[in-house]
């Protein structure tokens, strides 16, 4: 009867090739009719039963493949978000590198630009003493020259008296040096006017330094910041990579259990947008999927292997009920665009339960 029960657990069609000499031997007596009939009614029974459960197992492989299938593409575009993000971040490197170097070519121009106008500012503090010094110079000459006329005029009004032939010549060497004040006069009034020119050239290319000086502050500042913003978004692609080098590793089994169920209270924060976490939610849900088809195929193997196979199937199937009728275990895949806010320490604690729960079932 066990080769009979074994046959049947591993196809429906496999009552066929049953060999019925012996039970035919068995029910040659008319007193063994009934039996036979209640055999052949618990064997028909018991072949729908296996019937059902197996198209039930099938229907559910099938739902699992489907699922694994959609996993293995949603990963693969995964990937390619991954190396998306990746050559940005490079881009990213590429520019911050360019900035840094913008950013020392501009810090040793504003250095050379200060040095210039501290150049300019003593060249106008100079040329402003030396207006100065002109400006008094040309008073004195002024002075000079009012004098000399007063004199010219005193000579020119005496000749009439009689006592005035003698000091007559002497206003006659006065003239040249009247001229010649008045040249230097004008020397010294273009000149002046050269220097104010002068400085209003200074003073007009001191405030282009400026302007430009305040620009290039300006500027610093913005590619300071551009630099932080960068800088930021930098951290925020470290963190992404190693959340996902994590759920990597726990999806292909290589964290432990005690190490899953120990961690302590604390959540991690979520600072990418809601696609990012259904995606890595969906990777949790995947290795979970994963782990329930391992361990069902295990048992349909096992099942093949046992001294009663049709008891270790029943007990199996009845523990995949008890796991799917805990909803807080599993979640199912239409949850996950929900439930996005779960965060990855409850994830981890959930398969923990999991894999603690299976445990316990495989054990009873």
Not at 174 to 193: K, R, S, T
Not at 241 to 256: A, D, F, K, M, Y
Not at 294 to 317: A, F, H, I, T
Request: charged share 30%; net charge negative.
């Amino acid at each position: 009867m066990s080769k009979g029960t074994d046959s049947e657990s591993e196809s429906p069609s496999s009552l066929e090739c049953w060999d019925y000499s012996i039970e035919l031997e068995c029910l040659r007596g008319p007193q063994d009719l009934q039996l036979a009939a209640e055999l052949g009614k618990t064997l028909l029974e018991r072949n729908k039963e296996l019937e059902t459960s197996l198209k039930q197992h099938q229907n559910v492989i099938e739902e699992q493949t489907q699922e694994i299938e959609y996993l293995t593409k949603q990963t693969a575009a995964l990937r390619e978000v991954n190396d998306s993000r990746l050559r940005i971040y490079e881009q990213l490197e590429v520019s911050i590198q360019e900035l840094e170097h913008t950013n020392q070519k501009l810090s040793v121009d504003n250095i050379s630009d200060k040095k210039l106008i501290k150049t300019l500012t003593a060249q106008i503090e100079s040329l402003d003493l030396r207006c100065e010094e002109l400006q008094k110079s040309m008073d004195e000459m002024a002075v000079a020259q009012e004098s000399a006329r007063r004199r010219q005029r005193r000579s020119v009004c005496t000749p009439d008296t009689p006592q005035a032939p003698p000091p007559a010549p002497a206003p006659a060497p006065a003239l040249p040096p009247c001229g010649g004040d008045e040249d230097e006069v004008l020397q010294l009034l273009q000149q002046i006017q050269e220097l104010r020119s002068q400085r209003a050239r200074e003073q007009r290319k001191a405030n282009d330094l400026e302007d430009q000086l305040t620009q290039l502050i300006q500027e610093n500042a913005c590619l300071e910041e551009r630099v932080a913003v960068l800088q930021q978004k930098e951290e925020e692609m470290q963190s992404l990579q190693e959340e996902l080098s994590t759920l990597e590793e726990i999806r292909q089994g290589h964290l432990c259990r005690r190490c899953l169920r120990g961690q302590d209270g604390g959540t991690l924060t979520a600072d990418e947008d809601d696609d990012d976490v259904s995606i890595i939610d969906s990777l949790v849900d995947e290795s979970q999927r994963k782990s329930v088809l391992m361990q069902l195929q295990e048992s349909l193997g096992e099942s093949c292997q046992g001294d009663n196979p049709y008891r270790d199937l029943v007990e199996k199937y009845e523990a995949l009920l008890k796991v799917q009728r805990h909803p807080g275990i599993i979640r199912p895949p239409q949850t996950v665009s929900s439930n996005n806010c779960l965060s990855l320490q409850e994830e981890l604690q959930l398969s923990g339960d999991f894999f603690q729960k299976e445990e316990v079932d495989s054990e009873g």
